[in-house]
């Protein structure tokens, strides 16, 4: 075993702050490894007497943030140095170093899920990629406020940090179902790295709200989608197309947006949508009704492959002009809400809300609804899933469509 020693150096130049290595001693050969830590002689005594800044000096964050971070690593060199004795007849101090090395350098935080992103585009799984980004920027931001110096890497996801950052999405004003979608995100980062033998479990969610509460109602009742319908928005052009995708939307069973915007021509065939859901990869079939076709033809066909007129051949790929185009008609349904005294925001989701509470008005099954809307990720759901005729998901529609 190798022993691991924190030193510190004077700076040769007077008033200057020193730095901060570790000297790695494994068989009497020692090899120093400078950290990018900088510290005057006073901070440093601080470190060693493990004080705590009193917060007067302008430098009280920053060097607390250092003498967290040469703590952490510090830990986690002494963990190289425990696996390496475990692993390996043989090693030496060099072996420690170039594994410090590229742990700091593949497996911080940032990077890796970043890497986990990518896998993601690459994928056409656009929506999960969003969510991932948009953790990995209010985890950054956390960083950034609380520990500036400190390079995060996967292993500082530890019981600590999660209920620290917990407590720093509170003090922000995030609502509890938005700091518990954070831990989920944060949550699968986690378990995903020790599927790939990153790091050991040590279960450091447990203590934090990873639940889903209650939120406000986005389903609108048969009544409002009907006078949503026969709005006459024939003046503009813009808002009618953004009624109609809300439309089609709630004639396929409440088909997510992105699902929408990547159907093709090939996918309508013999008098059905046949699909696969983007973000769960399952297989979804929907009878094409006259109300579905009745939008169609009020378009030009699409001159890419694409079944409706949201994307275009030049961008089809491009999430960024999916979400763009997504954000328009958001916008415009928000418009279309308020002529039609809507009484809450109105997106493209709440056409997904509303087929389902629909559904469950007609008093069709929750299995059946389930299917009908591509719902795979609860136990009882999949059960049902492969029991049910897709003809029982298309008399439901039947049965909502007619009630408009």
Do not use: C
């Not at 943030?65 to 425990?82: G, H, P, V």
């Not at 052009?237 to 947006?257: T, V």
């Not at 983007?278 to 699409?302: A, F, H, S, V």
């Not at 997904?352 to 389930?370: F, M, N």
């Amino acid at each position: 075993m190798a022993s691991i020693q924190v030193k510190f150096r004077k700076s040769s130049v007077a008033g200057q702050p020193g730095s901060v290595y570790y000297l790695i001693i494994h068989n009497s050969k020692v090899k120093r490894l400078t950290s990018h830590y900088r510290l005057y002689p006073d901070e440093w005594n601080d470190f060693i007497n493990k004080t705590t800044q009193s917060g007067i000096s302008s430098r009280a964050k920053i060097v607390s943030s250092i003498i967290f971070a040469i703590e952490i690593e510090q830990k986690r060199l002494s963990l190289i140095n425990e696996i390496l004795s475990t692993k390996r007849d043989k090693f030496n101090s060099d072996d420690i170093i170039n594994e410090f090395k590229t742990f700091i350098s593949n497996y911080s935080i940032k990077t890796y899920m970043e890497s986990l992103i990518e896998q993601m585009i690459q994928n056409y799984k656009y929506r999960t990629a969003q969510n991932y980004k948009s953790t990995l920027n209010s985890f950054s931001h956390f960083i950034q406020e609380k520990y500036p110096m400190l390079n995060a890497t996967i292993d500082f996801l530890t019981s600590e940090t999660i209920q620290n950052y917990e407590t720093w999405l509170r003090m922000k004003g995030i609502t509890p179902n938005t700091s518990s979608f954070y831990m989920r995100i944060l949550r699968a980062v986690y378990n995903r790295a020790v599927d790939d033998q990153i790091i050991f479990s040590k279960n450091p969610f447990k203590h934090v709200y990873t639940g889903v509460d209650k939120t406000t109602k986005r389903a609108l009742p048969l009544r409002l989608i009907s006078k949503i319908k026969h709005l006459d928005l024939s003046g503009n052009h813009s808002l009618d197309m953004a009624r109609d995708m809300f439309m089609m939307s709630f004639y396929l069973r409440g088909m997510s947006f992105i699902d929408m915007a990547y159907l093709k021509y090939s996918d309508n065939r013999n008098g059905y949508i046949v699909y696969r859901r983007r973000k769960t990869g399952q297989k979804l079939t929907i009878k094409w009704t006259q109300e579905m076709q009745k939008i169609i033809d009020k378009y030009p066909r699409n001159q890419s492959d694409y079944l409706l007129p949201i994307l275009g051949q030049e961008n089809s790929q491009d999430y960024n002009a999916y979400r763009n185009v997504g954000s328009r008609i958001n916008r415009n349904l928000k418009t279309i809400g308020r002529l039609a005294n809507i009484p809450q925001a109105l997106t493209l989701y709440v056409a997904r809300h509303s087929w389902a509470s629909a559904a469950q008005s007609k008093g069709i099954p929750v299995s059946v609804i389930s299917q009908g809307m591509g719902h795979d990720s609860e136990l009882t759901t999949r059960i049902y899933l492969s029991s049910l005729d897709t003809s029982i998901v298309d008399k439901a529609n039947s049965v909502i469509l007619k009630s408009l």
